[in-house]
């Protein structure tokens, strides 16, 4: 039997972490050609390896990066019809110990990093006459509550992942014409923390908190990407997808 997304060209960003290695796979099992992009060398030509697919250093914030990795795709597949934006950093600085410079880094990387994979996949989409993009957003683009070490408010992170939920939505009434979905999705606490975010006192509290009494598996977040990614999600745009084991519930 062919899997759901057969035929299909995946660049997946930040995918040399916890939840795009997981995508990765997922959307690689259910029979995509997927391309795994990364900053960081690590891992991204191992898993390229393992999942036959493409190895790419891509820094999501740069032009000149999105031009050179959408270029390779393209080259190696066909253009891309499945756009995952996973990278991103985390901070767990409240509004007045928030440095500038990182409230800066964290626009760079988790706003416009999005902004520009979406941007550069929408001629690619086009040209393949389909395309689904699946912006990586939070809890934490929907309610403030804390999760860092210090019980701050995470505001710069909170700051762009709302920025991701209403890009998301902009995105998809701007390329509904051309038959590109575009979706968010909302990933509670993971069993995978965010590289640099430590599992504190408060992270382990919040996963205290949530209805199901544990964080999710990295990937139970892939299962919900790669539906996302599929005809199954036809007439899905615009929405957000929360998976958070109940904990925005109450
Ligand atoms: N882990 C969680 O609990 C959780 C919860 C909700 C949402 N998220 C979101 O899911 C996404 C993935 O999270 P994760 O847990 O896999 O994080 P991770 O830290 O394991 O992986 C993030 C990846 O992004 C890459 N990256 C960082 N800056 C980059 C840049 N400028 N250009 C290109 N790549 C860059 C890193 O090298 C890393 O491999 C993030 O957007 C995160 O905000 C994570």
Redesign the pocket.
């Known amino acids: 039997m062919l899997g759901s997304l057969e035929g299909g060209v995946a660049l997946i960003?930040?995918?040399?972490?916890?939840?795009?290695s997981a995508a990765a796979r997922r959307l690689a099992q259910d029979g995509a050609r997927v391309a795994v992009?990364?900053?960081?060398a690590e891992?991204r030509g191992a898993l390229a390896e393992e999942l036959d697919g493409l190895a790419l250093s891509?820094?999501?914030?740069s032009e000149d990066s999105w031009k050179a990795a959408v270029a390779a795709v393209r080259d190696w597949a066909g253009p891309m019809t499945i756009l995952v934006n996973?990278?991103?950093?985390?901070d767990g600085c409240g509004l007045e110990d928030l440095s500038m410079s990182r409230w800066h880094e964290l626009l760079a990387?988790?706003q416009t990093?999005v902004l520009l994979g979406m941007r550069f996949a929408a001629p690619e989409m086009r040209s393949a006459g389909e395309g689904s993009i699946i912006n990586?957003?939070?809890?934490?683009g929907i309610v403030a509550r804390s999760s860092g070490g210090s019980g701050a408010s995470a505001i710069a992170?909170a700051a762009t992942?709302g920025a991701v939920r209403l890009m998301t939505k902009a995105a998809a009434v701007d390329l509904a014409p051309d038959g590109i979905r575009v979706n968010s999705v909302?990933?509670?606490?993971?069993d995978?923390?965010?590289?640099?975010v430590e599992q504190s006192a408060a992270r382990l509290a919040a996963r205290d908190r949530t209805p199901l009494g544990r964080f999710a598996r990295?990937e139970e977040i892939a299962g919900a990407i790669s539906f996302l990614a599929s005809r199954d999600a036809s007439y899905m745009t615009g929405s957000e997808l929360v998976i958070d084991g109940g904990y925005t519930a109450v």
């Open positions: 960003t930040g995918a040399g972490g916890s939840l795009g992009a990364d900053l960081r891992g891509l820094q999501v914030e996973c990278a991103g950093i985390g990387v988790n990093g990586l957003s939070s809890i934490h992170y992942k909302h990933p509670g606490y993971v995978a923390p965010m590289l640099g990295p």
